[in-house]
Structure formats: structure tokens, C-alpha cells
């Protein structure tokens, strides 16, 4: 089954979510009904997961850890640590939600032929996405900086609990990325890695770290091939997310951006909802099933 969309003009439709589940669905519908489509999301998605966004409506300014900090030494490694201890409590219990459990079932009817994310809550892969590529790496994974040794970030937390026992009673903003906010982290013991004693980073890329070239390089084969790209909770504000949507509008890919707040791609979109990524990516999915069965 194929469906051409023939793109000469990019135009930016700006809808409200009931516009979207009526007249302007439609085109969104036709776009992805098609198959080929490639899904970019970011924090925005994971906010009905009760994950705070970075820069939505509302989010807290914030500092975070850049990996020039992180590697500084050891002040900076328990600052850090403190942190995520506090905020794994929150993140690591979170699911998935109607949006996640959508795009999920997009590739499951063979519409969705792979999914980029910005995040690094897992959460796409609890959902059951399985095209899927973590452009920053998920916080369950941890390294070693010394040694190359890979753990579980759930393993890691057993250790930090015994080493710290009453730490996750801090209470704290929770971030995307894991980290929460507490003020005094002098008294907290880091945990080492258990092979050589080194330096443990979560397997996620920090500010000021290069994301893999071979990640990059899997990303971008998928939007080469792609006959629409799909951004869904993205400020795009980090040129690691913009690149794509940069490459998919010059090899003439319609864009379709879902996002409450503005973007910097809003320019180049092809389809811009103004709306929250849960309501749209479920009406969507459920829209398409009977779609795809009766062509």
C-alpha cells in the first residue's frame, strides 16, 4: 500500500486538539496512512507520564550537569549522584501513557517504520517500540568511564540505598533527564564500579558530550528513508533533534510537528498541531486501523 503526498509549499496549520479530532485530523491521517513515517519525539511526550518537559509551558529553568562537569572530579560526581538517586525514585517507576502506547501501535500495524527519541526514560521501549533508536541513551543503563563495564541502573540503585539509606526521603523537582533538585549533597557517598573502582556515568549523553556517530548514522538512514517525519513533543531546541527535521524538509519529506508550545521548527513544518501529543497520537492510531484494512 502506498499513498503520495505531493509537497510544493510548506504551509503551517496551527489547530486546537478539537480541530485536530475533526476537520484537521484528516490531514494528518492521509500523511501517515501511507507508512514510511519516522517518529522524532522529545520530553513533551513524556509529560503525561508525570515527567516534567524541559521547556514547555510552565517548566522550571534549570541547570544541568554539563559532561565537562561530570568528568571535574569528585565534588561534582556526588553532586550529581545525590541528584539522580532522588529522581530514579520518581523515573524509574513511570510508564508509559496513551502517546508512547500509540506510536507502539503504529509500527505494530506496519505504519511506523522507525522512532527516533530525544528522551532517555525508556519509556518508548516499555511501550513496546521496538524500530527504535535513544539518540541520548537511556538513564537504566550505566558505565564505567575506566573500564568499559556496562551495569543496570536498577542494580546501581540497590547500591546507592545501602550506601545511603534514607536518601530518597529528599524531596525534590524531578527533570527529564532523572536529575532532582536537593540542596546539601556533601554527606552523600558515591557508589564505584564494582569491576575496577572507576568513575560510574549513566549511559546518556550529557550537554557538552557528542552523541555517537553510529547513532547519528542509524537516525539518519531512517529519515532518508522515510516518507514523512513525525515530531511529537519537541521544542527542538537541541540541534541533535533539528538536524533531522533540516534533512527530511530538503529532501523535500513532509514535516508534521505536534507540540503545545512553539518550536524551532515550526517554520519548516509541513502540518503544525498546536496540541498535547497524548490526545492526538491516540485518536490517530485509532483512527487508522480501519484505514489500513479497507485499502
Known amino acids: 500500500m502506498s499513498v503520495t503526498v505531493s509537497v510544493t509549499v510548506s504551509v503551517t496549520v496551527s489547530v486546537t486538539v478539537t480541530q485536530v479530532r475533526s476537520d484537521r485530523l484528516e490531514a494528518l491521517v492521509e ?3 501511507g507508512a514510511g513515517v519516522v517518529a522524532l519525539t522529545g520530553a513533551g511526550l513524556s509529560t503525561d507520564s508525570g515527567i516534567p518537559d524541559y521547556r514547555g509551558p510552565g517548566a522550571p529553568a534549570r541547570r544541568p ?21 532522588v529522581g530514579w525514585s520518581h523515573l524509574g517507576s513511570a510508564r508509559p501513557n496513551d502517546g508512547h502506547l500509540a506510536l507502539a501501535r503504529l509500527e505494530r500495524l506496519g505504519l511506523l517504520s522507525g522512532l527516533i527519541t530525544q528522551n532517555v526514560d525508556g519509556l518508548h521501549a516499555r511501550a513496546g517500540s521496538r ?3 535513544d539518540l541520548h541513551g537511556r538513564v537504566h543503563d550505566v558505565v564505567c568511564l575506566d573500564c568499559g563495564e556496562a551495569t ?4 546501581l540503585q540497590l547500591r546507592l540505598d545501602r550506601l545511603n539509606p534514607g536518601w530518597t526521603q529528599h524531596a525534590g523537582v524531578v527533570r527529564p533527564d532523572g536529575d532532582a533538585e536537593v540542596d546539601d549533597t556533601s554527606a552523600y557517598v558515591v557508589a564505584s564500579c564494582e569491576r575496577c573502582g572507576g568513575r560510574l556515568k549513566p549511559d546518556v549523553v550529557f550537554f557538552g558530550e557528542n552523541v555517537p556517530q553510529d ?18 513533543g519537541s521544542s527542538l531546541t537541541v540541534m ?17 510537528i505536534v507540540n503545545r508550545g512553539a518550536t524551532r521548527g515550526d517554520d519548516l513544518a509541513t502540518l503544525r498541531i498546536h496540541a498535547g501529543c497524548s490526545e492526538t ?6 483512527r487508522l486501523p480501519a484505514r489500513v ?3
Do not use: D, N
Open 65 to 85: 550537569i554539563t559532561y565537562q562537569e561530570f568528568v571535574s572530579g569528585a565534588q561534582a560526581q556526588r553532586r550529581y549522584w545525590a541528584r539522580a538517586h
Open 215 to 232: 547513532r547519528v548514522a542509524r537516525c539518519t538512514a531512517m529519515v532518508a528513508a522515510a516518507e514523512v517525519l513525525l515530531v511529537a
Open 281 to 286: 497520537l491516540r485518536t490517530l492510531a485509532a
Open 31 to 33: 500523511l501517515v496512512r
Open 240 to 256: 541533535s533533534g533539528l538536524r533531522f527535521v533540516r534533512q527530511a524538509v530538503k529532501a523535500g519529506t513532509p514535516v508534521v
Open 293 to 295: 484494512v479497507s485499502t
Open 131 to 133: 524500530r527504535l533508536v
Open 152 to 155: 543496570c541502573r536498577g542494580a
